[in-house]
């Protein structure tokens, strides 16, 4: 068995299937599989929506009474320590048995657990024959509370995309610059500014650049919004993100689209598109070439499915 240091566990509905998928690849460079993905990179829980939990492998085992004495053997001194148990799929363990397992490990670690205030989680789970047992870090879901924003309308991207683009656009490189191209009320900078990544946002359009400031101010960020047409944009960035317009707020037609793309490309060198059209032949125009791609449905939109394209020069 190769020995991984994380095992990572997803959540997430149908409709986010594809773009959580999308979020592993390019995180982890491999899909996770049955919500599970065993990994040696370690990423912060907050760069993608759809990653539940981490836990730091400690020790693993085939047997459940091997692991417990593995678990002996490390000879944990802790004080204030609880300990979860994380079901993951395929696993049957019914509830009285999973807190017999609890029991189990806390009467393996030395010191006095807390269940309310722990200094420390650590967690059993069981995944394709194997238990684990490591230090458990949990998503917090905080983030969600800015959907409560001044400022917003019906084709404003969604929180999880948004998220998803971010983590795909810095592969959580907080030093890198990025721009939000056609940024509307400013949804994907309001993530990027929540995360601690620099970004820089544009629109054509003077009333949603004066809403995305206005909803940058009310959490406290401070960002540079630029209101232009982004081919009168002359910075460089390390990536964009275009979340196109889909001709139902704001104009588009396929050249209209096809020189938002042109005009990207010559100022970042990786870029993230969202596309409600097929726009291969305007990505290639532009000079960049597509490394991966994915499609996501917005909830309760029935048929309004999003393309997700990530490119580089
Ligand atoms: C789909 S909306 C973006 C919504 C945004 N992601 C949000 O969540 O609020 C597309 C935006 O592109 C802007 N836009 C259209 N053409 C543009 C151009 N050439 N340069 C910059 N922005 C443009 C529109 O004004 C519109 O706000």
Redo the contacts with the bound molecule.
């Keep these: 068995m190769t020995r991984r240091n994380y095992l990572y566990s997803f959540n997430y509905d149908i409709h986010n299937s594809n773009l959580s998928k999308l979020v592993s690849r390019q995180l982890f460079n491999e899909d996770e599989k049955n919500k599970v993905l065993l990994s040696n990179k370690r990423v912060d829980l907050l760069i993608s929506p759809f990653i539940k939990n981490r836990i730091e492998i400690i020790t693993v085992s085939k047997s459940y009474s091997e692991l417990i004495q593995k678990i002996k053997h490390e000879k944990i001194k802790i004080e204030a320590f609880n300990v979860e148990y994380v079901i993951l799929e395929g696993d049957s363990t019914e509830f009285s048995n999973r807190k017999r397992k609890l029991r189990d490990v806390g009467f393996s670690i030395e010191g006095t657990p807390n269940f309310k205030t722990p200094t420390i989680t650590y967690s059993i789970c069981f995944y394709n024959n194997t238990w684990y047992f490591g230090i458990l870090s949990k998503h917090k879901v905080d983030w969600y509370k800015k959907k409560k924003k001044p400022y917003s309308?019906s084709?404003?991207?969604g929180m999880d995309i948004a998220k998803t683009l971010i983590s795909i656009a810095t592969e959580e490189n907080k030093s890198i610059k990025l721009l939000d191209?056609?940024?509307?009320?400013?949804?994907?900078m309001l993530e990027a500014c929540a995360s601690g990544f620099n970004i820089d946002g544009?629109?054509?359009?003077p009333k949603?650049c004066e809403q995305t400031n206005k909803n940058l101010d009310f959490y406290g960020y401070s960002s540079t919004v630029y209101s232009s047409?982004?081919?009168n944009l002359n910075k460089k960035y390390d990536a964009a993100i275009i979340?196109?317009?889909?001709n139902m707020y704001?104009y588009?037609n396929d050249l209209?689209t096809a020189n938002?793309i042109k005009s990207t490309a010559k100022v970042a060198n990786r870029v993230i598109i969202v596309s409600i059209a097929d726009i291969k032949s305007s990505i290639k125009n532009a000079g960049l070439v597509i490394q991966d791609y994915c499609t996501a449905e917005k909830r309760g939109k029935s048929g309004s499915v999003r393309n997700i394209w990530v490119c580089m020069k």
């Design positions: 309308f084709n404003s991207i191209v056609c940024c509307g009320v400013g949804t994907i544009c629109d054509i359009n949603r047409d982004i081919k979340d196109l317009p889909y704001s588009s209209a938002i």
